[in-house]
C-alpha cells in the first residue's frame, strides 16, 4: 500500500520483474539470498527498484526482507550485541605473509577483446530457437493457518504457517498486464550490445518464438537476454588478453568497508581472518570460512572486499577469498584465490558466470605469472587436493 491508500497485487509477472531488477542491481546471488549490497543500500536508503513500483518502495522492501527470511534479521534484529559492523582490521592483516600476498594481487589490469558481430548474431538466433520456451503468466493461491503460538523461530524458519491447499490459475488474455515495453531498449540494456545487432537478432529468430513475448513479456526479456549473453560470453572468452596497468589496488579497500552482519546469522567470529569476524553470503562460504579457520595448514585469509574486482567484459568480478597457507613441502601453492560455489556438479557456474571466473584465471595468470593459484571449490577438501596435488 502507498501513502495515498493504494494497493498493489503482486502477480507472477510483477513478481518476475522484481526478481530480474534484484538481480541486475546485485541485490541477490546465485543462491537467491539477498546480498551485501541489498542491506548496504536499505542502510542508506537508496534500494533500487523498477520504475512501476513507483510509490510502493516502502512495501516491496518489506516484502523482501520477509521472503528472503535467512538474512532479514541483519539489520532489524532486536538484540542488538548480536549485530556486527564497521569492522576493524586485526594483527592477521599486517603478517607478513598476506602483505606478500596482497602486493601481488593488488595489481590492476585492463582487457583487450574483440568478436565477430554475424557469428554472435548466428549463435545467438541459434541458441534463442532452440532453448526459449516460456510459459503462460499463472499465479499460486495459497491457503492455510497461522499458528497463534508461534515463536520468533517458527517465523525465521517459515514454519509458523500451516499450509492448507495451493492452487495454480492462469491468465486469461484479456487480464494480463497491460505494461508497454520498449522490447529492443531493455534487452540492449540486459546485453550492452548496439540496438542494430539485437535488432538483426530479433529479426532473424523464427517467428513463433518472437511472438512468445506477447504470451509473456517479463519471461520472454528475461530468458532471451541470458541466452544472448551466454553466447556472448562465450565468444568473449575466446578473444579477450588482459594487460598489466601502471596502477594498483590501495589498501583502503579493506578499512573503508561498510560490513553489516548479525551473529548466527550470516557472521561468525573468527581466528585467522583479517577481522575477527567474517561475514558471508551464504550458507557455502559461512561452511568455507569455518574449515578455513580451524585448519592448521591456514595462515591468514581474507573474505576480499566489493571495491577489489577484476574488469569483465560481463561486468566487474568480485573474486571470494584470499588464503595464504602455511610453509610445508607437501603444499606446492602458498598462495591461493578462492572462489566458492555450492555445488560443483549442479553447474551453478554456466555462461556469464564462468566467463568471469575465466576471465579471472587469466588475470591472475597476467599479474603474478603462475606465483599464485585461482580456482573454484565447493568446500575446503576441494582446496585441499588442489594445493597438494
Not at 523482501?64 to 564497521?86: A, C, G, Q, T, W
Not at 578499512?255 to 575477527?276: F, M
Not at 574449515?291 to 568480478?317: C, H, S, W
Amino acid at each position: 500500500m502507498d501513502d495515498q491508500g493504494n494497493t498493489l497485487t503482486i502477480d507472477y509477472a510483477k513478481a518476475t520483474m522484481i526478481h530480474n531488477a534484484l538481480v541486475k542491481e546485485g541485490y541477490i546471488d546465485l543462491q537467491d539470498e539477498l546480498t551485501g549490497k541489498y542491506f548496504d543500500d536499505l542502510e542508506a536508503e537508496k534500494v533500487k527498484l523498477p520504475q512501476q513500483l513507483v510509490g510502493f518502495e516502502a512495501s516491496t522492501i518489506e516484502l523482501l526482507n520477509h521472503i528472503y527470511s535467512e538474512n532479514d534479521s541483519r539489520l532489524v534484529e532486536d538484540e542488538r550485541e548480536k549485530n556486527v559492523k564497521d569492522l576493524k582490521l586485526n594483527k592477521n592483516f599486517g603478517k607478513e605473509k598476506f602483505q606478500a600476498l596482497w602486493k601481488q594481487i593488488n595489481r590492476k589490469t585492463i582487457y583487450r577483446v574483440s568478436f565477430d558481430s554475424d557469428e554472435l548474431v548466428q549463435k545467438a538466433v541459434d541458441e534463442i530457437n532452440r532453448k526459449l520456451f516460456v510459459s503462460d503468466i499463472h499465479f499460486n493461491v495459497t491457503s492455510g493457518v497461522l499458528n497463534p503460538n508461534a515463536t520468533q523461530e517458527d517465523y525465521e524458519k517459515q514454519t509458523a504457517f500451516q499450509v492448507q491447499e495451493s492452487q495454480t490459475g492462469f491468465m486469461e488474455e484479456t487480464e494480463k498486464i497491460q505494461l508497454k515495453y520498449d522490447l529492443v531498449g531493455q534487452i540492449v540494456d540486459g546485453t550492452r550490445l548496439t540496438r542494430k545487432t539485437v535488432i538483426q537478432i530479433l529479426q532473424t529468430i523464427k517467428s513463433e518464438k518472437f511472438k512468445l513475448f506477447s504470451k509473456n513479456p517479463e519471461a520472454f526479456l528475461i530468458k532471451i537476454v541470458r541466452l544472448i549473453n551466454e553466447q556472448k560470453a562465450t565468444l568473449l572468452i575466446q578473444q579477450i588478453t588482459y594487460n598489466l596497468l601502471d596502477d594498483t589496488f590501495d589498501q583502503t579497500v579493506f578499512t573503508e568497508n561498510t560490513l553489516r552482519g548479525t551473529l548466527g546469522v550470516n557472521a561468525i567470529p573468527v581466528n585467522r581472518h583479517i577481522y575477527d569476524y567474517v561475514v558471508t553470503d551464504s550458507k557455502t562460504e559461512r561452511a568455507f570460512a569455518s574449515q578455513l579457520d580451524v585448519n592448521g595448514q591456514v595462515e591468514v585469509y581474507a573474505k576480499l572486499p566489493r571495491g577489489f574486482y577484476i574488469p569483465t567484459p560481463m561486468g566487474n568480478y568480485n573474486p571470494d577469498w584470499a588464503i595464504c597457507f602455511k610453509d610445508n613441502k607437501a603444499i606446492k601453492h602458498i598462495y591461493f584465490i578462492a572462489e566458492t560455489k555450492g555445488t560443483m556438479s549442479s553447474l551453478q557456474t554456466k555462461g556469464i558466470e564462468e566467463a568471469k571466473i575465466e576471465c579471472a584465471r587469466r588475470h591472475f595468470k597476467k599479474i603474478s605469472e603462475g606465483k599464485i593459484r585461482y580456482d573454484v571449490v565447493s568446500n575446503y577438501e576441494e582446496l585441499l587436493e588442489m594445493i597438494v596435488g
